[in-house]
Nanobody, 119 residues
Framework: QIQLLESGGGSVQTGGSLRLSCVAS????????MAWYRQFPGKEREVVVSYSNDGRTRYADSAKDRFTVSIDYGTDWRLYLQMNSLQPDDTAMYYC????????????WGQGTQVTVSS
């Protein structure tokens, strides 16, 4: 059973930094890819950064040059998102997600971690 658990959210002031973590367990093989999404109140989830099947990362324009994703492929995978120069517009619930390499849709989700940036 695949489980994703995020942590690291919190409240920071404009210009501050946070590092989100996601522990992903239950992968029986390496045929999965992961991503960070975020959701603003009343809006659909949007991708922040995702890993493609060829291992490359794709960032949303809003995340480029400020956010950095990394992953540790241990027994349990650990996905990180280093967020710098945070702005109030980054305030959202952030989710860790995973998908099989055989699908385009992310079907496994964590419970989310709240990021709040105050001006």
């Amino acid at each position: 059973q695949i489980q994703l658990l995020e942590s690291g959210g919190g409240s920071v002031q404009t210009g501050g930094s946070l590092r989100l973590s996601c522990v992903a367990s239950g992968f029986s093989h390496g045929g999965y890819r992961m991503a960070w999404y975020r959701q603003f109140p009343g809006k659909e989830r949007e991708v922040v950064v995702s890993y493609s099947n060829d291992g490359r990362t794709r960032y949303a324009d809003s995340a480029k040059d400020r956010f950095t994703v990394s992953i540790d492929y241990g027994t349990d995978w650990r996905l990180y998102l280093q967020m710098n120069s945070l702005q109030p517009d980054d305030t959202a619930m952030y989710y860790c997600a995973a998908r099989s390499i055989h699908t385009a849709e992310f079907t496994y989700w964590g419970q989310g971690t709240q990021v709040t940036v105050s001006s």
